[in-house]
């Protein structure tokens, strides 16, 4: 009796084993998928390139989009006293759509007020690139940025990212002369 319930017992320890390998093995396969896939788009960076390339101007925002299965980058340009939302296929790098809007006075006196508040708080001090926001934000969260986009509230520019994780959609906001962070969400 005692040898059945010994050989019972080991049975179960090596088969609990293999199950939790197994499991770890299916997570790691997840997680390569998961980079595999992400790994196919161009980026936020070509996608800017590729979008300025069509239409020269000042990038306010990108984000990535998804819509009847297609997963594009928008691209919102200012150019002059015109908005341009330019759809960028996330993959081949294709320019899928070009909308053009006047913009409207409201926001070009709304800008010029935030660049005269951004000259009053910040003056002499140059904003941190994308890039270096973006370093900063990957010290802070692992995953795919997928938007950023900068932004003036209550006299200081700053730099709203969001990014992808595998627990979920988390937002971070640094302030773009000083590199601070000023707020992680999830």
Known sequence: MKKTVTIALAAVIVLGGSIAINHGYAQEDQA??????????IG???????????VDGTVKS?????????????VDIEQ????????VDAATGKIIKV?????????NNDHED???THEATNSNQPLLSEKEAIEIAKKKITGKLVEIELDEDDGRYEYEME????????????????????????
């Open 32 to 41: 390569k998928k998961k980079v595999e896939i992400n790994s196919k788009y």
């Open 44 to 54: 936020i960076e070509k996608a800017k390139t590729i979008a300025l390339e069509k």
């Open 62 to 74: 990108v984000e990535l989009e998804s819509d009847d299965g297609q997963t594009y980058y928008e």
């Open 80 to 87: 002059n006293s015109k908005d341009f939302d330019i759809d």
């Open 99 to 107: 909308d053009e809007e006047q913009a409207d006075d409201n926001d």
């Open 114 to 116: 935030d660049v005269e």
């Open 163 to 186: 990014f992808d994780t595998s627990d979920g959609e988390r937002d971070i906001t640094i302030d773009a002369v000083t590199g601070e962070v000023l707020e992680l969400e999830q």
